[in-house]
């Protein structure tokens, strides 16, 4: 499985970014992908998740409204559109999957077994 993100960079406050995880190595028919961020100083966080089971699942209240979560099956590509940034979305964002077979969200970091490389999101003021 691997899991490669793109997308993120430097953009002032209220601006959009798109970030992408292309994910190879496994069926996208059956799939959990979460979503995660990484401030300076804090403890990684989940933002989102979507899998083929539950669709779409939202886990922090400050996001709601301004990031979404999608699939391309086609691609074997998960996307995260972040809009109406805030400096206080800057992070390391990383996607991850659940391991094969597993088809549902979930909150806890320790329930994926692959990550990608992450991408820095950096939001000025």
């Known amino acids: 499985v691997q899991l490669v993100e793109s997308g993120g960079g430097l953009v002032q406050a209220g601006g959009s970014l798109r970030l992408s995880c292309a994910a190879s190595?496994?069926?996208?028919?059956?799939?959990?992908i979460g979503w995660f961020r990484q401030a300076p100083g804090k403890d990684r966080e989940v933002v989102l998740c979507?899998?083929?089971?539950?669709?779409?699942?939202y886990y922090q209240d400050s996001v709601k409204g301004r990031f979404t979560i999608s699939s391309d099956n086609a691609k074997n590509t998960v996307y995260l559109q972040m809009n109406n940034l805030t400096p206080e979305d800057t992070a390391v964002y990383y996607c991850?999957?659940?391991?094969?077979?597993?088809?549902?969200?979930?909150?806890?970091?320790?329930?994926?077994?692959?990550w990608g490389q992450g991408t820095q999101v950096t939001v000025s003021s």
């Open positions: 991850a999957s659940r391991p094969l077979g597993l088809t549902s969200c979930h909150d806890w970091d320790h329930f994926y077994g692959d």
């Open positions: 190595g496994f069926s996208f028919d059956d799939y959990a």
């Open positions: 979507i899998s083929s089971r539950e669709g779409s699942k």
